[in-house]
């Protein structure tokens, strides 16, 4: 079935060090991806995201690409802080018939990101 | 502060004893949702809503209902509570047009269910 996954369920890195982290997704028809951070004991908290209509968009010391041949989605995060330790999710969105988006979200099961000092 | 703020954080309870968890937010936002947390299983939309009385299922409704009187409140009702239902649930809610679709989520409501 239609699905949004990750390749690596845990990402250890060193503080300073830039992290990426992969999703891949299967439905074609996805026309919108966020990203989000979840730390221990709260809700998702947003973090970036990207429209189908586009291959790369940065933020403040994150950038995602989008890369809709192979369904691929990263997350690059530069300079890693201890800060930066949670888990990631990615989400899709699948547009609905007409253009109109109001398709759900689904979301991936999550990468655990650790950061050492 | 814009926040979306959930009731209660924690929660026991027994087999068919009915429950609310209260959603409230305080963003004008048209668009509310649950969603359960599993283990391996990640996040789970259970029902949404994109404005006032009109609410439709998500990915796994099935022993829960929703309502939305209020654009700011989505109540989360377990008529009779299963075991299966014990998890991490969270509402979320955003603006939701052709552009963007930023959730906003709460803290979570952990249920246990004996």
């Known amino acids: 079935g239609e699905s949004v996954g990750l390749h690596l369920p845990t990402l250890s890195v060193q503080e300073g060090d830039n992290s990426i982290i992969n999703c891949a997704y299967s439905?074609?028809?996805?026309?919108?991806f966020i990203w989000y951070k979840q730390e221990s004991g709260k809700g998702p908290q947003f973090i970036i995201d990207i429209r189908s209509n586009m291959d790369k968009r940065q933020g403040q010391r994150v950038t995602v690409l989008l890369n809709k041949t192979v369904k691929h989605l990263s997350l690059q995060i530069a300079a890693t802080q201890p800060g930066d330790s949670a888990v990631y999710f990615c989400a899709e969105r699948k547009s609905s018939a007409g253009g109109t988006s109001y398709g759900k979200l689904t979301f991936g099961q999550g990468t655990i990101l650790t950061v050492h000092p | 502060e814009a926040q979306v703020t959930q009731n209660p954080r924690y929660l026991i309870t027994v087999t068919g004893k009915k429950l609310t968890v209260t959603c409230s937010q305080n963003?004008?936002?048209?668009?509310m949702s649950w969603y359960r947390q599993d283990p391996g299983l990640g996040l789970r939309q259970i029902y949404y809503s994109m404005n006032v009385e009109v609410t439709d299922k998500g990915d796994v409704p099935e022993g829960y209902k929703v309502s939305r009187k209020e654009k700011r409140n989505f109540p989360l009702i377990l008529e009779s509570p299963s075991p299966n239902q014990t998890s991490l649930y969270f509402c979320?809610?955003?603006?939701?047009?052709?552009?963007?679709?930023?959730?906003?989520f709460g803290p979570g409501t952990r249920l246990t269910v004996l």
């Open positions: 979320a809610s955003s603006i939701r047009d052709r552009v963007t679709d930023t959730q906003y």
């Open positions: 439905n074609s028809a996805s026309d919108y």
């Open positions: 963003m004008n936002h048209e668009y």
